[in-house]
Protein backbone atom coordinates (compact mmCIF):
# COMPACT_ATOMS: atom_id res chain seq x y z
CA UNK A 1 0.00 0.00 0.00
CA UNK A 2 1.27 3.27 -1.04
CA UNK A 3 1.61 5.56 1.71
CA UNK A 4 -0.12 8.73 1.72
CA UNK A 5 2.02 10.59 3.71
CA UNK A 6 5.67 9.74 6.03
CA UNK A 7 7.86 12.07 8.04
CA UNK A 8 10.65 11.19 9.94
CA UNK A 9 12.02 13.07 13.09
CA UNK A 10 14.96 12.48 14.99
CA UNK A 11 15.44 12.52 18.86
CA UNK A 12 18.90 12.65 20.54
CA UNK A 13 19.71 13.18 24.27
CA UNK A 14 15.88 11.14 25.04
CA UNK A 15 14.15 13.21 27.67
CA UNK A 16 16.80 15.74 27.94
CA UNK A 17 17.78 16.29 24.51
CA UNK A 18 16.47 17.18 21.27
CA UNK A 19 14.25 16.22 18.37
CA UNK A 20 14.05 17.35 14.64
CA UNK A 21 12.86 16.40 11.56
CA UNK A 22 14.78 15.81 8.64
CA UNK A 23 14.39 18.68 6.55
CA UNK A 24 14.77 20.72 9.67
CA UNK A 25 11.39 22.67 9.67
CA UNK A 26 10.51 20.95 13.17
CA UNK A 27 13.29 21.08 15.52
CA UNK A 28 12.68 21.79 19.39
CA UNK A 29 14.21 21.25 22.29
CA UNK A 30 13.27 18.53 25.05
CA UNK A 31 13.70 18.55 28.67
CA UNK A 32 12.13 16.40 31.60
CA UNK A 33 9.52 18.23 33.38
CA UNK A 34 9.50 19.29 37.28
CA UNK A 35 6.74 17.23 37.66
CA UNK A 36 9.54 14.38 36.68
CA UNK A 37 12.62 15.60 38.38
CA UNK A 38 13.85 18.15 35.67
CA UNK A 39 14.51 21.62 36.44
CA UNK A 40 12.65 24.49 35.08
CA UNK A 41 12.73 25.35 31.18
CA UNK A 42 10.42 26.25 27.92
CA UNK A 43 11.97 22.70 26.13
CA UNK A 44 8.65 20.28 25.38
CA UNK A 45 8.71 16.68 26.51
CA UNK A 46 7.19 13.78 24.67
CA UNK A 47 4.05 14.07 26.44
CA UNK A 48 3.35 17.49 25.36
CA UNK A 49 4.63 16.31 22.06
CA UNK A 50 1.68 13.66 21.99
CA UNK A 51 -0.73 15.60 22.83
CA UNK A 52 0.17 18.58 20.24
CA UNK A 53 -0.15 15.65 17.39
CA UNK A 54 -3.25 13.84 18.99
CA UNK A 55 -5.27 17.14 19.20
CA UNK A 56 -4.30 18.76 16.29
CA UNK A 57 -5.38 15.07 14.29
CA UNK A 58 -8.19 14.43 16.44
CA UNK A 59 -9.33 18.06 15.28
CA UNK A 60 -8.54 17.41 12.05
CA UNK A 61 -10.88 14.15 12.04
CA UNK A 62 -13.78 16.09 13.42
CA UNK A 63 -13.43 18.88 10.85
CA UNK A 64 -13.69 16.32 8.15
CA UNK A 65 -17.13 14.34 9.12
CA UNK A 66 -18.87 17.49 10.12
CA UNK A 67 -17.68 18.38 5.93
CA UNK A 68 -18.23 14.98 5.15
CA UNK A 69 -21.91 15.05 6.39
CA UNK A 70 -22.23 18.86 4.84
CA UNK A 71 -22.55 20.44 8.65
CA UNK A 72 -21.65 23.99 8.76
CA UNK A 73 -19.39 25.04 11.98
CA UNK A 74 -17.63 28.65 13.15
CA UNK A 75 -15.21 26.66 14.43
CA UNK A 76 -13.72 23.85 16.07
CA UNK A 77 -11.32 23.20 19.08
CA UNK A 78 -9.86 20.19 20.60
CA UNK A 79 -7.76 20.11 24.05
CA UNK A 80 -5.77 16.64 24.36
CA UNK A 81 -4.91 16.20 28.44
CA UNK A 82 -1.90 13.31 28.02
CA UNK A 83 -0.83 11.90 31.69
CA UNK A 84 1.57 9.54 32.63
CA UNK A 85 0.43 7.38 34.76
CA UNK A 86 2.48 4.13 36.84
CA UNK A 87 1.57 0.77 34.96
CA UNK A 88 1.22 -1.99 37.91
CA UNK A 89 1.46 -4.36 34.95
CA UNK A 90 5.04 -4.21 34.61
CA UNK A 91 6.33 -1.36 37.19
CA UNK A 92 6.79 1.00 34.68
CA UNK A 93 4.52 4.17 33.59
CA UNK A 94 1.74 4.37 30.60
CA UNK A 95 -0.32 7.05 29.65
CA UNK A 96 -3.56 8.33 29.48
CA UNK A 97 -5.52 11.03 27.60
CA UNK A 98 -8.49 13.19 27.83
CA UNK A 99 -9.93 14.77 24.82
CA UNK A 100 -12.39 17.65 25.60
CA UNK A 101 -13.69 18.81 22.04
CA UNK A 102 -16.00 21.73 21.22
CA UNK A 103 -18.20 22.47 18.47
CA UNK A 104 -19.04 26.21 18.14
CA UNK A 105 -22.68 26.36 16.34
CA UNK A 106 -23.31 23.10 17.92
CA UNK A 107 -25.45 21.73 20.43
CA UNK A 108 -24.12 19.06 22.67
CA UNK A 109 -26.07 16.43 21.54
CA UNK A 110 -25.09 16.88 17.86
CA UNK A 111 -21.65 17.55 18.67
CA UNK A 112 -21.49 14.23 20.61
CA UNK A 113 -22.84 12.61 17.29
CA UNK A 114 -19.66 14.14 15.40
CA UNK A 115 -16.99 13.44 17.94
CA UNK A 116 -17.87 9.77 17.87
CA UNK A 117 -17.87 9.55 14.34
CA UNK A 118 -14.08 11.89 14.65
CA UNK A 119 -12.61 9.04 17.69
CA UNK A 120 -13.51 6.00 14.72
CA UNK A 121 -12.02 7.57 11.83
CA UNK A 122 -8.99 9.66 13.81
CA UNK A 123 -5.86 7.40 13.22
CA UNK A 124 -4.39 8.35 16.38
CA UNK A 125 -7.63 7.14 17.99
CA UNK A 126 -6.96 3.79 15.88
CA UNK A 127 -3.38 3.58 16.89
CA UNK A 128 -3.93 3.42 20.44
CA UNK A 129 -7.20 1.64 20.40
CA UNK A 130 -7.12 -0.96 23.41
CA UNK A 131 -3.38 0.20 24.45
CA UNK A 132 -4.49 3.46 25.78
CA UNK A 133 -7.25 4.42 28.04
CA UNK A 134 -8.93 7.71 26.28
CA UNK A 135 -11.86 9.69 27.24
CA UNK A 136 -13.38 11.68 24.85
CA UNK A 137 -15.55 14.78 25.97
CA UNK A 138 -17.38 17.37 24.72
CA UNK A 139 -18.03 21.19 25.90
Do not use: W
Amino acid sequence: MKALYETTVVNTGGRTGEVHSLDNIFNLDVATPPALGGEATTATNPEQLFAAGYSACFNSALEFMLKKHNVEIKNSEVKATVQLLPDKADQGVKIAVALEAHIEGLDLETAKKYVDLAHSYCPYSKAISGNVDVTVGVV
